[in-house]
């Protein structure tokens, strides 16, 4: 390498450890671009100087009839000084040497450097040499001119060493041969006097000589802490420049969804903040529809593909100014001002469903649509537009695919109760304010009695009788679900012990279980457990789930499979309203199919609801399942069921849910029949 070559070869400087650091050499080659620079400045000030005294030189000569040869010696001079002064003009691409150039174009640019540098030193030498040949002048410092000549010849190589201290060998290489030619014809004289005089000049070329030899040492030093200094400038400078990218992307990561390039949550939250503070916002949140099938169909390499391509899609519907987020998984947010942009949230809301709904280029991602909750007042807090916004999502999902909801005053106080049920719900659980209800499930004949189906009651001192549904949602937000889940178990098995003190060990009690609470409980643990712990027959327990259990199949098919082996009978409530298939009649390991009450009640009136019983009948006795039919409301349900030989009824109009006190005249009916 270049720079390594000329370093070694550089008199004056310890040579580089090979261990040097890029940095430690690009410094090095920096000192030297700044001694060429400083040489380049010291010879062209120099050369009016070395011209004038030249001419000086030759017009002496020229006095004292030695004209020619001072002609003769002045051209010599000066046809060397023009080619000092070319070489101090000439191009030279080291000069432009910078720390932060690659090392290899760092160590080409040295070079040329070091090349320049030589050169000077050579046309130094020349000129000395001229200079040298002075003695012509004054036949060998014998004329009476000599004084001028030996003035004239100290005075220079002084002055040659006084501005060349930047590259010592230039101003050596100038003042060796005058200082050794002035010596020489002075010791040629054998006069005493001279020949001390010769000493003397040989004594001022060795001063000299350490001179530049120290004042290049000198310069160097001062070259090498200015660069260093630079460089460690530039180098702080980068570091400040590189920690704020650094800081830049960190904080962009903080605040973006590497997938989609969309704000993340955290981001969205941030900047839906700074916008409230300022302006009047609508919120929309979007959930795909139909995106976990995408998943489980095409793998999560498409649903990747689908989410970016419906992330660009969202970006390119939105409104000027308007903000765009990836909440997590399939859900979206966007903010943005009605009233500046004049866009009313239908537009939008139509225009981000028709954008999601358009098939995509490159890959078949199956159905896919979009539900949307909007709420469309500017609130104080952007964490209540959220869950304004999120009810009205939920409203809208409920609705059907594709369409959207506005946050209304219907779902506020929908919300507002929720709210209330989430709160008192605990609290109603450990006071023991929460009932359960058993409805009688009978036979063909419709007298005996074969099953109970428990149904949880809650009575709310402000807003009345709860929904079973909504009290089981409340519990899930409340975290109160396995509590829930335990106190009506408890319940169910209080009930079989009654039945089975009164006799009635083969009327099985059944217990609704919701797709959460089997997904998220170890429900088949404490359902064994408990019926361990009080010595009762699984047989008599019945566990109903729905179809949409059947959804996470990964996440419950286990405990089904506990339950089923210990005995415990699994009941799929609600068949016909949901996504049934076989696979998951079997998935499931249902041992029995309630049909749902819509396709019950009002059968007679009904073709499409007798065919469909009839369907689910056959194939009841197909795959040896038991079927119930739920919903008999009229005697003439009873009798169309009855006349298609359905084998379970269950209905008002055969027995109501009831608390366990107004149970009595049931059981006594059922103990009576069985006697
Ligand atoms: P489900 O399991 O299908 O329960 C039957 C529902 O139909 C009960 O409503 C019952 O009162 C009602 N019903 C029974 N016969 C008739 C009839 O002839 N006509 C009409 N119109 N309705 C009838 P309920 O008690 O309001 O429960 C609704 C749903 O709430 C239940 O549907 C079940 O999915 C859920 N649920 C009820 N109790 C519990 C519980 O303890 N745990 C869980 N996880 N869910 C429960
Ligand atoms: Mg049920
Ligand atoms: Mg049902």
Not at 571 to 600: C, E, H, P, T, W
Request: aromatic content about 6%; overall charge negative; proline content about 4%.
């Amino acid at each position: 390498m270049a720079i390594w070559n000329w370093e070694r070869s550089d008199p004056g400087t310890t040579p580089p450890d090979r261990t040097t650091d890029d940095a430690d050499l690009r410094l090095r080659a920096l000192v030297r671009r700044d001694q060429l620079e400083a040489v380049r400045r010291s010879v062209l000030r120099a050369i009016p100087v070395n011209m004038l005294l030249g001419l000086a030189s030759a017009l002496v000569a020229f006095h004292s009839g030695n004209g020619r040869v001072g002609a003769v010696w002045y051209a010599a001079s000066t046809a060397v000084n023009l080619v000092r002064f070319c070489l101090c003009r000439a191009a030279c691409p080291g000069l432009a040497l910078r720390t932060d150039m690659p090392l290899g174009m760092a160590a080409a640019a040295s070079h040329s450097v070091d090349v320049h540098l030589r050169a000077c030193t050579v046309v130094a030498f020349l000129s000395g040499l001229v200079w040298a040949f002075q003695p012509l002048l004054c036949e060998g410092y014998t004329s009476a001119q000599s004084l001028f000549y030996l003035s004239v010849t100290c005075g220079i190589t002084a002055g040659a060493v006084t501005h060349g201290t930047a590259y010592a060998r230039i101003p050596l290489s100038f003042i060796l041969l005058p200082l050794m030619s002035v010596a020489l014809c002075l010791l040629l004289t054998g006069e005493f006097d001279r020949c001390c005089l010769a000493a003397c000049v040989v004594l001022y070329l060795l001063a000299l000589s350490r001179t530049a030899l120290e004042g290049e040492a000198g310069f160097r030093e001062a070259s090498r802490l200015k660069n260093d200094a630079t460089a460690l400038a530039r180098s702080r400078a980068e570091a400040h420049a590189s920690a704020n990218a650094l800081v830049d992307e960190m904080r962009r990561r903080a605040t973006h969804d590497d997938l989609t390039g969309l704000l993340n949550r955290a981001g969205f939250i941030q900047q839906a903040e700074d916008r409230l503070r300022s302006g009047t916002a609508c919120l929309l949140l979007l959930d795909l529809d139909g995106f976990k099938s995408v998943n489980d169909v095409y793998g999560h390499k498409t649903g990747d593909r689908v989410l970016v391509e419906v992330a660009n899609r969202v970006r390119a519907t939105l409104p000027p100014a308007g903000l765009a987020g990836r909440l997590g998984g399939d859900e979206f947010a966007v903010l943005y001002d009605p009233s500046a942009t004049g866009i009313p949230y239908t537009t939008l809301a139509t225009g981000l469903i028709a954008a999601v709904a358009q098939p995509f280029d490159s890959f078949d991602a199956g159905r896919l649509g979009v539900s949307i909750g909007v709420h469309a007042e500017t609130e104080s807090s952007l964490m209540d537009m959220l869950s304004f916004a999120d009810e009205a999502l939920y409203a809208s999902k409920a609705a059907g695919r594709n369409s959207f909801r506005l946050f209304d005053t219907g779902l506020r106080d929908r919300l507002e109760m929720r709210r209330d049920l989430e709160r008192d719900l605990s609290q109603a659980l450990m006071e023991g304010a929460l009932e359960v209800w058993f409805q009688p499930i009978y036979a063909l004949d419709a007298r005996t009695l074969v099953g109970l189906e428990a149904l949880v009651r809650w009575q709310h001192p402000r807003l009345g009788w709860i929904a079973p549904p909504d009290l089981i949602a409340a519990a899930a937000m409340a975290g109160v679900t396995e509590s829930l889940l335990r106190f009506i178990l408890d319940q169910v098995c209080r009930m079989m012990q009654i039945l089975r003190v009164q006799g009635l060990g083969t009327v099985r009690v059944a217990m609704n279980v919701s797709p959460r609470e089997m997904a998220q409980i170890p429900v088949d643990e404490i359902v064994i457990g408990r019926l361990d712990a009080l010595d009762l027959p699984p047989a008599m327990l019945e566990i109903e789930i729905t179809e949409e259990t059947a959804l996470d199949v990964g996440a419950v098919q286990g405990k089904l499979q506990a339950l089923s082996r210990a005995g415990i009978r699994v009941a799929l409530d609600d068949f016909g309203i949901g996504y049934s298939s076989l696979s998951s009649l079997r998935q499931l390991r249902a041992d029995r199919i309630k049909i749902d009450r819509s396709f019950v009640t009002g059968l007679g009136t009904c073709d499409d609801k007798r065919g469909l019983v009839l369907a689910v009948l056959g194939l009841g006795r197909l795959l040896g399942l038991e079927v119930v039919a739920e919903g008999v409301e009229s005697a003439e349900d009873l009798h169309m069921l009855q006349a298609m030989g359905c084998p379970f009824l269950q209905g008002y109009h055969l027995g109501r849910p009831m608390p366990v006190q107004a149970l009595e005249g049931t059981l006594f009916a059922a103990r009576t029949k069985a006697a």
